[in-house]
């Protein structure tokens, strides 16, 4: 069963699970073949559980998603984009560690309106 903070979009899907959703969102630009980008995948997933009802992950596979990435103007992966509705607040540009990336999702994107 899919965890409802952690979500896949792509281009045809973005704007109804990122874009409109009720809460924040950390938006995962990554791709498979990038190793910072699987090191950091499992850190945010946790951190989504830590962070559910008050943001939200999704997930895009770069790839698969060119007019995202080509939107967001991502030059490198991992990139993550703060959201909140449906607007660019936040971004955090490669890998870092866990609780560098708890800041940034607490203090950008999570925070109290």
């Known amino acids: 069963m899919p965890l409802p903070w952690i979500a896949e979009a792509d281009d045809a899907t973005f704007t109804d699970i990122a874009e ?7 938006v995962d630009l990554w ?3 990038c190793g910072p980008c699987r090191t950091i995948g499992p850190i ?20 698969g998603a060119p007019a995202t990435r080509a939107r ?11 959201l909140r509705d449906g607007r660019e607040v936040a971004r955090q540009v490669g890998a870092a560690p866990a609780d560098r990336l708890r800041h940034w999702i ?7 309106a």
């Open 20 to 26: 409109r959703s009720p809460l924040p969102v950390v």
């Open 31 to 33: 791709a498979p073949w």
């Open 44 to 63: 945010l997933e946790q951190l989504a559980g830590e962070f559910a009802g008050r943001c939200k992950l999704v997930k895009v596979n770069v790839d």
């Open 72 to 82: 967001f103007v991502v030059q490198g992966v991992p990139t993550l984009i703060g």
């Open 106 to 112: 607490s203090t950008s994107v999570a925070k109290a």
